[in-house]
């Protein structure tokens, strides 16, 4: 794989028709860094995670994830990489553990099954989950199980789209520490999100407005774009301003 960038997405496009969801977009992520995707509802977001996941071809531009590009390998990528989506598939009527099995046997994992779960099971901490079925479960809960589930396979880039919406502080916060030591182990973090205390954490950003890239870089060069004293929270309010 590149040794510079877990991903390069270039000039990077998508219209619906005459709408253009994601209209030109470039940056670079670096491996290990975890990486925000903010803005408004329907500035592109999910679209652009979508494209870079293998999912979605591009109308324009080009991207490489893992060292393959996305367009013509997207097998390759999909390999490289694990996916929480907005609605991560758990099956309700599973426990945590046949949640984790079902997946395991999704990836083609085998004789490294039982060690992966016992992985996961550790480090997303789900023993206090014993037996019960997943429907049953909290949501903060159903999200940790959701990330040891997108991670059994040990993707070297991981695509995180909300993962947080709906889950209590106390929860979030044990959710973001996970996060944050798999970044140090050298997982690459692409995630949305709609609360700007978790983005001021991350180590890059790049806002959208309709699709297109508005302001990228650290939190801190972020806020100096926008000017002294400006709040992530105060630069998304005046970005939606913009779309209306
Ligand atoms: N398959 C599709 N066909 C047509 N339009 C689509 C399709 N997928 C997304 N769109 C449109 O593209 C735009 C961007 O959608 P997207 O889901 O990427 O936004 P988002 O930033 O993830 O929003 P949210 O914060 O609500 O999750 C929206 O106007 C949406 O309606
Ligand atoms: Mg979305």
Same mark, same amino acid.
């Given at each position: ?11 990077? /496009?998508?219209? &619906? ?13 670096? /491996?290990?860094?975890? &990486? ?23 109308? /324009? ?7 393959? %590009? ?44 039982? /060690? ?42 991981? &695509? ?7 889950? %209590? ?14 970044? %140090? ?21 790049? &806002? ?37």
């Amino acid at each position: 794989m590149n040794a510079a960038h877990a991903v390069e997405a270039r000039g990077l /496009a998508k219209h &619906f028709g005459a709408l253009k969801a994601v209209d030109g977009v470039t940056f670079d992520i670096a /491996a290990g860094e975890i &990486f925000g995707i903010l803005g408004p509802n329907g500035s592109g977001k999910t679209t652009t995670i979508r494209m870079l996941c293998g999912l979605l071809t591009p109308t /324009a531009g080009t991207a490489t994830v893992a060292g393959s %590009d996305v367009t013509t390998h997207p097998d390759r990528v999909k390999s490289a990489i694990g996916y929480m989506s907005q609605a991560f598939g758990l099956y309700g009527d599973l426990t945590a553990e046949e949640n984790l099995r079902f997946y395991g046997g999704v990836y083609g994992l085998d004789r490294d099954l039982g /060690a992966r779960i016992a992985w996961a099971e550790d480090r997303m901490k789900l023993a206090e989950l014993g037996g019960r079925l997943s429907a049953q479960l909290s949501g903060g809960q159903r999200q940790r199980l959701a990330l040891g589930c997108s991670l059994l396979h040990r993707p070297q880039v991981l &695509f995180l789209d909300e993962p947080t919406a709906g889950v %209590d502080p106390a929860a979030r916060r044990l959710f973001w520490t996970i996060i944050r030591g798999l970044a %140090d182990e050298g997982t690459t973090i692409i995630v949305t999100t709609h609360y700007m205390d978790e983005a001021e954490r991350f180590d890059r950003l790049a &806002f959208l407005s309709r699709g297109t890239l508005t302001a990228y870089g650290t939190p801190t060069e972020v806020k100096r774009t926008f000017g002294e004293n400006m709040t992530l929270e105060d630069i998304f309010v005046q970005l939606q301003g913009s779309e209306a």
